[in-house]
């Protein structure tokens, strides 16, 4: 592909804990050009690298020592309003790729994808394409095609931990008691709090035990 055609110096992050598959992901994106401005191998270290160095795209694995790529988008997206996110994952289930793209990632590529294709879904991820092999775009679609039926059903766009947590919020527990039994930090599951208000359309910690209670999430 013609270098013309990718935005010059794109700011990238990868987060994966696996340091040698960092490490080569780095090297094929920066023999393109690309500035890997961070790498991170756990959903805090990418939250608080990506809020440092604001990168254009961040490359997250599913699977990370203290939680899933999932809760680290969710949280990234909570600052960075216009980061894009391309998940990178050996994970081709189900719940994973459709909790990706309920917190907002713009694709999703299984690990098995040769360099050149990543390049390419990279450069595709910054255009501002969805990025999807046909096995995961059957899955996504046939998820679009089944919200027709949740739209009045707003908790529909949570994803299972958030839907987790806010069901603790509405026995009144405190973030740290839902972390504690959750094995999340305070912040992660303050975290998931505030993307749960911001997807509710609501104010408070009140107002989401009132929802929990009237949808019969309690």
Partial sequence: MNDSSREPQARVMIV?????????????????????????????????RARATRPDLVLMDM????????????AIMLTLAEVKVLVLSASSARSDVLDAVKVGASGYLLK?????????AVEATLRGDAVFTPELAGLV??????????????????TPRESEVLRMVAKGLASKQIASRLGLSSRTVDNHVAATLRKLHLANRVELTRFALENGLD
Avoid at 25 to 45: C, H, M, N, P, Q
Avoid at 64 to 69: Q, V
Avoid at 141 to 158: E, F, I, W, Y
């Fill in 63 to 74: 699977n990370l020592p203290d939680g899933n790529g999932a809760d680290a988008t969710s």
């Fill in 16 to 48: 994966d804990d696996h340091p040698m598959w960092r490490d080569a992901v780095e090297r094929d994106l920066v023999a393109r050009g690309y500035d890997v401005v961070a790498t991170a191998g756990s959903v805090r270290e990418a939250v608080d």
């Fill in 112 to 120: 098995s994808a040769s360099a050149a294709e990543l390049v390419d």
């Fill in 141 to 158: 679609l046939a998820h679009l095609r089944g919200r027709v039926d949740t739209t009045n059903d707003p908790a529909s766009a949570l």
